[in-house]
């Protein structure tokens, strides 16, 4: 069975995705589910799994927000091994409209949306009403996009590929730091030092530089061993990965004019509790030099756990 106003919600990165339904434009999102890429040979079986779970009716429509640059049809994932193509997708599933962005577009796009508690302040004044946003977020990768408020009053996206900026320096220590990852990768890119395997590059980083021998460790026990304090290569990778989220945080401020607030998404910063707020990353978000000031007024808001802002943002791209 199939109802005009159902509407199937996706957000797919490299390594969770999730999924919902909506009955029609401006309703509620329901029918929640995460999975793990991992557990499925292609997206479209994915897609295929959830549907049969839900036992609701089926959709005519949907969007998804993808950890991937959209141009054309195909589309092949950076940190997923996953490809496909859009139109056979659509007809595959059934659908009469099926739209992919980028998932930080998708995220950028509910922005508006979210409410104080799913908000939590890192800093600085208040938000400038109609200023643009910036938003980044390191999870399997970087995420990087904005939002700007047109002269028609609508909100329009800037998406690109923001995670793949050089990285950048602010002491001795992440000059040396920087200088390890570009002999091993050639290019030191934001992504490189600020997402998963980002941490667990800095780790094996510190480690290397202080001539220590370094564990093979997941992104995730080195947080869990920086935060218990019980390592101090691990907590000093983290410090590191904070002190540089912190600098392209405030670069893309600047970039943008972002007086409207910098945010935070991403899985990894919102599962560090408060370490955020006694680590450099407000010390090098506003250390800019004559723009110290400017800086210091911008609003920096973390996206906490437990909302469904990506899928907000997918709904919103869909009545765009």
């Known amino acids: 069975m199939q109802m005009a106003g159902w509407r199937l919600l996706g957000d797919v990165g490299g390594t969770n995705l999730r999924f919902a339904l909506q009955a029609g434009s401006g309703t509620a999102i329901e029918a929640q589910r995460q999975y793990r890429c991992?557990?499925?040979?292609s997206l479209e079986a994915a897609l295929r799994h959830y549907l049969a779970q839900?036992?609701?009716?089926?959709?005519?429509?949907?969007?998804?927000?993808?950890?991937?640059?959209?141009?054309?049809?195909?589309?092949?994932?950076?940190?997923?091994?996953?490809?496909?193509?859009?139109e056979a997708l659509r007809l595959a599933l059934g659908l009469q409209r099926l739209l992919f962005v980028n998932d930080f577009a998708a995220l950028a796009l509910a922005l508006p949306t979210l409410r104080p508690d799913e908000l939590r302040s890192v800093g600085g004044a208040a938000a400038v009403a109609g200023a643009p946003l910036a938003l980044l977020g390191p999870g399997t990768g970087l995420g990087v996009s904005g939002l700007l408020r047109g002269a028609d009053g609508r909100d329009h996206v800037i998406s690109g590929e923001g995670g793949h900026v050089t990285l950048a320096?602010?002491?001795d220590e992440e000059t040396a730091v920087i200088d390890w990852l570009r002999r091993r990768f050639g290019h030191a890119s934001a992504e490189r030092a600020l997402s998963g395997q980002g941490l667990e590059n800095l780790y094996l980083a510190v480690s290397a530089l202080r001539g220590v021998p370094a564990e093979a460790l997941s992104a995730a026990q080195i947080s869990e061993r920086a935060l218990q304090r019980s390592d101090a290569a691990c907590d000093a990778a983290l410090e590191l990965f904070l002190s540089l989220l912190g600098n392209v945080a405030g670069n893309l401020a600047l970039t943008l004019g972002a007086r409207g607030g910098v945010y935070v998404g991403g899985g990894i910063v919102a599962r560090l509790g408060g370490r955020i707020d006694s680590s450099r990353f407000r010390q090098r978000f506003e250390q800019k030099g004559r723009f110290a000031d400017y800086l210091r007024a911008i609003p920096v808001l973390l996206i906490q756990p437990g909302s469904d802002p990506a899928l907000r943002g997918a709904a919103r791209a869909l009545d765009g």
Do not use: C, K, Y
Not at 38 to 41: G, L, M, V, Y
Not at 55 to 84: E, Y
């Open 169 to 171: 320096a602010a002491d």
């Open 38 to 41: 991992a557990d499925f040979e």
């Open 54 to 86: 839900t036992g609701l009716p089926s959709p005519r429509q949907g969007a998804i927000g993808i950890a991937n640059p959209i141009d054309g049809d195909q589309v092949r994932m950076t940190n997923h091994p996953w490809r496909f193509s859009i």
